[in-house]
């Protein structure tokens, strides 16, 4: 019941005339694949626009890496829903780990992010993931569970159950080539579906896409995808080249 969403994250590269020679290639890939899979593509800010020219007609979404707090003002350097929207974006990543590290994306700042862009209608990739020595200490799940029960505070069910995917990617497996093994990344997903349960009840939990990130690349994405439980892969790195990304679309 819960169509997988293959997303990737383009990050801050690529550059205008690579950005759009990709997109163009992965609309013409989507135009043969399938129907039964979602693909979602975040470039960066800057190029959203040529982006979605290209993939207007399509049923790719477009998404931005973030998304600011505020609605409008003083806010240098900031992006709002409004705007994200009147460039044809209708999706977001927010609470990506390398916002929470490099710029102080704290969890009560991923949870404004998350009710704006909810409130905005856009559909909300919540982040989410421990470091490598949280892991170490055994505090992988309560540290999930808190990023999930602060973000996700005050959210309501229908909001969930229609607009928000959540998206686990431990820290370590970020960029890094390491990966989770099925095995482990099924036990945290299964986890966060039990959290989305509890906050939102069964019916909303059984819609709500799980995606895993961290090194997925083609060799991988099958049997991660395989898993009860993840509903799909957020990609970094494999997601800048239009072959890699479509063979792990089609995984
Ligand atoms: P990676 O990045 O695939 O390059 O590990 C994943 C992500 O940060 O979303």
Known sequence: MRRPLIAGNWKMNLDRASASALARSLKNSMATAGAERDMLLAPPYPYLAAVAEILEGTRIILAAQDVSPFDSGAYTGQVSTGMLLDLGCTATLVGH???RAISGDTDEIVHDKVVKALDAGLHTVLCVGEVESERERGEAES??????????????ADQASLKLSVAYEPVWAIGTGKTATSADAQEMHHEIREFLESSFGGDVSARVRILYGGSVKPSNAGELLAAEDIDGVLVGGASLDAESFSAIYSA
Do not use: I, P, W, Y
């Open 143 to 156: 540290v999930v569970r808190r990023q999930l029960s602060v973000a996700l505070d005050g959210v309501r």
């Open 97 to 99: 780990s390398e916002r």
